[in-house]
Nanobody
Framework: QVQLVESGGGLVQAGGSLRLSCAAS????????MGWFRQAPGKEREFVAG????????YYADSVKGRFTISRDNAKNTVYLQMNTLKPEDTAVYYC???????????????????WGPGTQVTVSS
């Protein structure tokens, strides 16, 4: 079992920054890949960024590449998403998720992830 809790969301003006955190508990944190997803009203949940279990590999959606940075601190059981140059289209509920399958690289499909946090709202005003 893995429990995940996101924090750091809020309201920010376009061009601003936010840093999301996701604290994990339960199973050993370095046993799984981590991903950030988001879901805007009326839209499907989409992949934002992912990081491998040791942090050596990261992947980003094209829409956030160059603006967002994912990182993890296995000693603190926490994964982060630094979001810079935010745009109104980044407005969504952001979720962190854990993928326990290490047989492949970081995956990007929500159904492939095993555990999810409750989400944190990010709102970017224009």
């Amino acid at each position: 079992q893995v429990q995940l809790v996101e924090s750091g969301g809020g309201l920010v003006q376009a061009g601003g920054s936010l840093r999301l955190s996701c604290a994990a508990s339960g199973r050993t944190f370095s046993d799984y890949h981590m991903g950030w997803f988001r879901q805007a009203p009326g839209k499907e949940r989409e992949f934002v960024a992912g990081i491998s279990w040791r942090g050596g590999y990261t992947y980003y959606a094209d829409s956030v590449k160059g603006r967002f940075t994912i990182s993890r601190d296995n000693a603190k059981n926490t994964v982060y998403l630094q979001m810079n140059t935010l745009k109104p289209e980044d407005t969504a509920v952001y979720y962190c998720a854990a993928d326990l399958f290490l047989g492949t690289g970081v995956r990007r499909t929500p159904s492939q992830y095993d555990y999810w946090g409750p989400g944190t709202q990010v709102t970017v005003s224009s």
